[in-house]
DNA sequence: CTGAAAGCGCTAACAT
DNA sequence: ATGTTAGCGCTTTCAG
């Protein structure tokens, strides 16, 4: 079955190519009549215009170029698929990368972004580095990061990390908890800085020292590497009164180590966690979470990035407000036992 | 920042265009000095071909097109995650749409990709009937159906279902469980249909009667619907000895819903799912289920497709063996219990 | 070994 | 209101 072709159209309709063209494109000056053979032809050929050949000839691509670090992360999954629905209401097409966390394979899929002439990007960088080496490719095409690892001048979309943060170190200090360990995230991470910030002014506000254990790094399994230490530290005999993990994902690996060491939420250590993804909400975890509004981070940046598209000029940024969603890892520390 | 086409590196070259084509193709004919001088200028430009261009010149667009129901699903995601992994390996890239498992934007997801040029794609139909309404459009392009949901005469990777549900009935039924539910899926779903034949095959064979519960409706969400079902079905005092759920997130739901009406697994029923999502796997849900393999399928259906467009003939079929993972949500009933 | 020229499918002035 | 004519950036015979 071959292509088939604006010429097969034109031929079939009896008409020139430019005016199955125009039709395609709905422009005005067109009469009913030939409207109505050329529409006719099209649904006679199954006619559906090669994006290609548009987009080489001026158009857009109607297509936007997606970088995550890792898809299959519930938290990304969510914000792709928020996006990808959102795009898709606009008549956007998408295209989707992993780069799992390596800046190479970052740059690489940016560059491929543009090879591919995606009308603009929506990025999550590995790091404020990793995204300021490549910052200067997309010279033109409109661009939006997603989350916190980017750098200076540039539109974004992110939770507020730190308040974020904050909020959930005061949490567990309200609830009588004083040794409070924050644990994951990868250094270099602007998104780990900005949570570690917030832990930070909780825990100098309250005289409290910070006890933080992050991955130094740059590649590998996170998610393994912080259920690691949080075995080795358990199987150690070190138990925190409350743990403030990275992510959700972490706060369920410390949970599972703690499990098989014979401990458990909140009985033994209150934990909260970050993202709210999906799992978090099972009865049977209950994690308490601070919530990143994943559906709605997703569709503000792909409707941001449209503005831009659409000749929209300058930066933009959005900061959406987290949300501490109380469940049960964390519980009231009594007086006696501190 | 203008875009740098082949023109602006021939001409700092010093050579014509076609000598750069050829150079970036790895054409064998070309002298050592001039690849020299044009890789140099390559490099100086940032040059990367232009993939429209390229695509419309006649070489294939190196892009697979991804058609699911909704990569949200954990289920869906792991699967989208190893293709796009496993793509990136061969230097393809993946362009992905959701269907929410909408017949009508299955078939216009279709059409856009083709439009799009993919070299071939791997689809997740809603159901064999949707398949079959778009199964004629890909004409000649190369195309591997994932799951269940399709017709006959294409290529599938796909898990054995009816293994699966037959063996994780007969556990089930080993366990001393005899009013066994089937809960969950959609009508019209041939994964459907596969599970509920394991599932019947099994209780036929030791003379208990099938018990499903099934959505009829083709759109809305599934999962709502099921927890639904179930939630009425607690509330009315109803409690299976055990539940073959449709899919993890489905028993998850039913779980969810026990809780709710003050009851538990494994304590009040048991519970057995099918896919053996991300969370399956924490201590705290511990669901018994039976693997789907989402890994290998996701790069098994991505190697087959780039047999397919790299000449590969006639159709291929790959069944996967299912694996039950046992955990804790199943129990034995007592001889006294029944 | 390299260049010139034709064309992939479509759009966008410019004519008519 | 419609047809004509150039390209868009690249590959690919076909000559040299």
Redesign the interface.
Known sequence: ??RVTIRDVAALAGVSRSTVSRVMNGHPAISDETRQMVLAACEAL?Y??????R??AGQG?H?IGIVVP???N?YF??L??AA??CA?EYGY??????T?HDPEDERDAV??M????VDGMLISACSPASQEEHGA?P??IPCIYWGNNHGPHCSFVEADNTRGAYEAAQYLVCLGHRKICFLGGRQGSRTLALRLEGYRRSMTQNGLSPWEIVCQEQTGGLKDWCGAQASAMFQAGIVPDAFLAYSDTIA?RI??AA?TAGLSAPKDFSIIGFDNI??SR????GLTSVSQKKFEAGRTAVTRLLEKINGGQGETSDLLKPELIVRSTCRKRKAKER
Chains 1, 2 share one sequence.
């Open positions: 079955m071959k199954h559906v215009p090669d994006v290609m050949a987009a080489l691509t297509t890792d898809s299959s519930p999954s969510a792709c698929t990808e629905a898709a097409r998408v295209i989707l990368t992993n799992l560059e491929r543009i090879a591919q002439r490719l010279g033109g369920v949970i599972e499990e999906l799992f099972l009865p049977q975890i």
